[in-house]
């Protein structure tokens, strides 16, 4: 995950939430860190941005997921574990986690 994002990072495809000046879109990848590590070595997820709420302002305001997780595998070996979820961007979820970047696909595989 790491790998991929720092790959984005220098294609200028990878942005922060914090960012004010670019708005995730429908197939762009997330990832998860710490909020008081963000973007550094310690990402914890990724997943795939299904689509975005935004308030009045365009300020993205939830994300709708479909996502899985790498230790899953390791937890449950005889199911598959990818679901639709909800995030607030820079909200830590029940497991500690925030979404903190986007990885925006097109940006990152352009010629």
Same mark, same amino acid.
């Given at each position: 995950m790491s790998d991929l994002a720092n790959q984005a990072r220098t294609r200028g495809a990878l942005h922060s939430v914090? =960012?004010?000046? !670019?708005t995730p879109q429908p197939g762009d990848l997330f990832?998860?860190?710490?909020l008081d590590r963000p973007g =550094?070595? =310690?990402r914890e997820h990724i997943g795939y941005i299904e689509s975005v709420e935004t308030d009045a302002t365009d300020r993205v305001v939830r994300v709708h997921t479909i996502e899985g997780n790498y230790n899953w595998e390791y937890l449950y070996p005889d199911e598959t574990r990818v679901s639709r979820g909800e995030r607030v961007p820079g909200e830590r979820?029940?497991?500690?986690?925030? %979404?903190? +970047? !986007?990885?925006d %696909? +097109?940006? %990152?595989f352009a010629p």
């Open positions: 914090f =960012d004010n000046d !670019y990832t998860t860190s710490t =550094d070595s =310690d979820d029940i497991f500690g986690a925030a %979404l903190v +970047e !986007y990885i %696909l +097109e940006q %990152l």
